[in-house]
């Protein structure tokens, strides 16, 4: 086994016990000795970091610090991963502060004691920005903060006062147009480009007619609606518009009493109250007023 030079952090001290081509393993000490921490080689340029010490998780966050910037800079890892069961918090916490980020949920994929358990992934390259920075503090911090879905809805009526309904190909509800907003695409842009799609151009959008909050609903995580404001037009729009065939099947206007049955119950709650006041902002909750 080669030397190799104790890496220190003030009273903290790593002392590699063994090495070979699958694991590395320090003992972790601080005048007492405090446990273990290792990286055990996945893959070509990849390893997994696990510690079982005393002391507490600021040890912990320590420890594994050092031992990533060794597996980065010594031994030429790229990736460096850290697999966690989500009941221990101290552990999430001791991954994200040592530097990594959280990338996902394994659903059942450790087996303890016969039981399927979760795991939290935890990943950092070695190209990454460091904790200690503000970029690397903030991009770590995002990494574990909640994504909220975003959908955006045009809400176009015509000159008698009836609104525009798609009938879509994957469910029976008729729905507006518009749908999920993409990463890094702002809610107007993302209804002006479902508009293209769906329905072969893009009105312009004159304003916000609603903002909803929809709580969990058949599998889907509770989401942010935006309802804009696609104007008022002749009934003739219907004929210029393209449905794409695929995902929008057909187009037509409806008046607002006549929707229950059609829509959705919470189209069926929202949309009449909605079109009863355009000019209004409506903030609703499950498509009730807040």
């Not at 079109?275 to 209004?280: D, F, M, N, R, T």
């Amino acid at each position: 086994m080669t030397a190799v030079q104790p890496l220190t952090d003030g009273d903290l001290t790593l002392r590699l016990a063994t090495q070979d081509q699958q694991v590395v393993t320090f003992e972790v000490e601080n005048g007492n000795p405090l446990g273990t921490v290792e990286v055990r080689r996945t893959s070509p340029g990849a390893g997994l970091v696990v510690w079982a010490l005393d002391g507490g998780p600021e040890f912990a966050q320590r420890a594994v610090r050092l031992l990533s910037e060794y597996a980065f800079t010594e031994l030429g890892l790229d990736r460096l991963q850290i697999d966690v069961d989500p009941s221990l918090h101290s552990s999430m916490r001791v991954a994200i502060r040592s530097g990594f980020r959280r990338e996902g949920l394994l659903r059942g994929a450790a087996l303890v004691d016969g039981e399927r358990r979760d795991v939290v992934v935890y990943g950092m390259r070695s190209d990454d920005p460091r904790p200690d920075s503000v970029l690397g503090w903030t991009t770590l911090m995002d990494s574990t903060l909640p994504k909220k879905r975003v959908i955006a809805h045009v809400v176009v009526q015509d000159t008698t006062g009836r609104v525009l309904l798609c009938q879509v190909s994957y469910k029976q509800d008729l729905e507006l147009p518009g749908g999920v907003v993409e990463p890094d695409e702002d809610p107007a842009t993302g209804a002006s480009r479902e508009m293209e799609e769906e329905l072969g151009i893009a009105l312009p959008l004159l304003g916000v007619l609603a903002i909803d909050w929809l709580p969990r609903w058949e599998g889907w995580g509770d989401a942010v609606e935006i309802l804009y404001d696609g104007g008022v037009h002749d009934p003739t729009l219907l004929e210029t518009l393209h449905p794409d065939g695929r995902e929008i099947l057909a187009l037509s206007w409806h008046s607002p009493e006549a929707l229950a049955g059609l829509v959705s119950p919470l189209n069926a709650r929202r949309l009449p109250q909605i079109l009863a006041k355009p000019s209004q902002l409506h903030n609703l909750s499950n498509g009730e007023p807040i």
